[in-house]
């Protein structure tokens, strides 16, 4: 479809530059036919401003230009951690939304999930465990690691909008036990209206080692 409508658009352009070419061509050798000369220039004045519009729309259709008229969040995780008593760690996640669009993106939700990565269940356990989450029906992106928390955003009646350029950070704290040494971390925000695919919506990944403070952050 869209190929079908930048061929049509190329094809009208040259069209219209071939036209463009023959009235100047006529005006050109024939100087004597005056009323003929006259309206050939109105009509070459026409062409030229309609081949004028059509190429901008064919470079803009090209360039993709008005593509970030799309909302879009990008996404980060900075992460600290820290020893609370002896057997538990105390975690704290901001998630910073920035939205890289040039429209308001406004969000109904934010789910923030905590996954075990190591140290790794015993093969039964962690069969139980991956038995429990395929018949429950939840998200099949988080059935590899048992889940140890989960928090949603709270943003009261209202949904959150973050303008065009703007900047807003989210923080929530969890508490695990002191052996779990890595976990994941999922940032997931959804949008306020329906989306047209089911896909649609915003989120982060990050795996963070809680023994050297080291981080990989992936894009989802």
Known sequence: MQSKFGGGLLIALAILAGLAITLAALHWFLPDAGRFKDLAGIVQSIVTVLAIIIGGIIAAYKLQLFRDFEPHLTISHAINHRSIGDGYVHLD???????????????????????????????????????????????????QWPSIGELSCDWGNYNLVVEPGQVYRETVEFVVPKEIATVAIHSIFHPATPPRRASQGWGITTVYDMIDKSSDVADR
Not at 111 to 129: K, N, T
């Open 93 to 143: 996640v901001t998630a910073t939304l920035q939205n890289s669009s040039r429209v308001k993106v406004e969000l109904r939700e934010g789910v923030f999930r905590l996954q075990q990565i190591a140290p790794v269940l015993d093969d039964q356990e962690l069969e139980e465990r991956l038995a429990v989450w395929a018949s429950s029906g939840e998200n099949r992106a988080f059935v």
